[in-house]
Every structure is written in structure tokens, then in C-alpha cells.
């Protein structure tokens, strides 16, 4: 998995510098899946993905929606265990987020860049 840092660049301000970036098919398929927890800070972007899943995870995330250009373009809070998204059209990529940590750090229409750490 590649370090990344994540800026909204509407707000001018970073969201973490604690994430990882899932591009390839069993990373991207694996997720988040049997962790107990991740620390509230970190962020899990998935590329390319259009919808996600919580099967076999353990607690509830926020999940932001990215098109390709890195615009919010859907958030869906609060994403409980067990379940399978919405399939989002215009999704690129999207980030997990533990819940509550996201909250007014971003909105649908914000612009997101994702740094690459090396």
C-alpha cells in the first residue's frame, strides 16, 4: 500500500497525513476487513472504485466519493458493518474514514488532493 496524505484544497488544509492508498485488486478487495479499528486520523482510499462493502469489518465508517477530477461529489456517514453501498456513477475513488472523524472537515462540492508520500 502507498502512504498518502490527503488535502482538501477548498479549505485550504490537510484532512490526515495517516493514509494509505489501495490500487491494486486484492488491497482494493480487502479494505478494511477484519481490523478492530483504525486510529481515528487515518484515511483508506480505494482507486478506482465505485461502491464499497463492510463485510467483515468491525466498526462503522464515513465514506467520501471522489470523481475523477477529486471533487466530493457523495459522503455517506455512518456506514454500518455488513453492508454494500450505493453504486455512485461519477466515483473514481473514494476514502474510509472512521466515523466522526470526517465531520465538517469536508462537503460535497470540496476538492480533494491526494499527496503521494515517498
Same mark, same amino acid.
Given at each position: 500500500? @502507498?502512504?498518502?496524505w490527503? *488535502? %482538501?484544497?477548498s479549505?485550504?488544509?490537510? $484532512?490526515t @497525513?495517516?493514509? =494509505? #492508498?489501495a490500487?491494486?485488486f486484492?488491497? #482494493?478487495?480487502i +479494505?478494511?476487513?477484519w481490523? !478492530?479499528?483504525?486510529?481515528m486520523?487515518y484515511g483508506?482510499?480505494i482507486?478506482p472504485?465505485?461502491q464499497? =462493502?463492510?463485510?467483515?469489518?468491525?466498526?462503522?465508517i464515513?465514506v467520501? *466519493?471522489? %470523481?475523477?477530477a477529486?471533487?466530493?461529489?457523495?459522503v455517506? *456517514?455512518e456506514?454500518?458493518?455488513? #453492508?454494500?453501498?450505493? %453504486?455512485?456513477k461519477?466515483?473514481y475513488?473514494? $476514502?474510509?474514514?472512521?466515523?466522526?472523524f470526517v !465531520?465538517s472537515?469536508?462537503?460535497? +462540492?470540496d476538492?480533494?488532493?491526494i499527496?503521494n508520500v515517498?
Amino acid at each position: 500500500m @502507498k502512504s498518502i496524505w490527503i *488535502y %482538501n484544497a477548498s479549505r485550504e488544509s490537510y $484532512i490526515t @497525513k495517516n493514509a =494509505h #492508498r489501495a490500487d491494486k485488486f486484492w488491497r #482494493r478487495l480487502i +479494505g478494511l476487513m477484519w481490523r !478492530g479499528s483504525v486510529p481515528m486520523d487515518y484515511g483508506f482510499a480505494i482507486k478506482p472504485c465505485r461502491q464499497v =462493502h463492510t463485510m467483515n469489518m468491525k466498526f462503522t465508517i464515513d465514506v467520501v *466519493y471522489l %470523481n475523477k477530477a477529486g471533487v466530493v461529489i457523495a459522503v455517506d *456517514y455512518e456506514f454500518e458493518p455488513w #453492508r454494500f453501498g450505493k %453504486n455512485i456513477k461519477d466515483s473514481y475513488e473514494v $476514502i474510509e474514514f472512521q466515523t466522526g472523524f470526517v !465531520g465538517s472537515q469536508l462537503t460535497v +462540492g470540496d476538492v480533494i488532493v491526494i499527496e503521494n508520500v515517498e
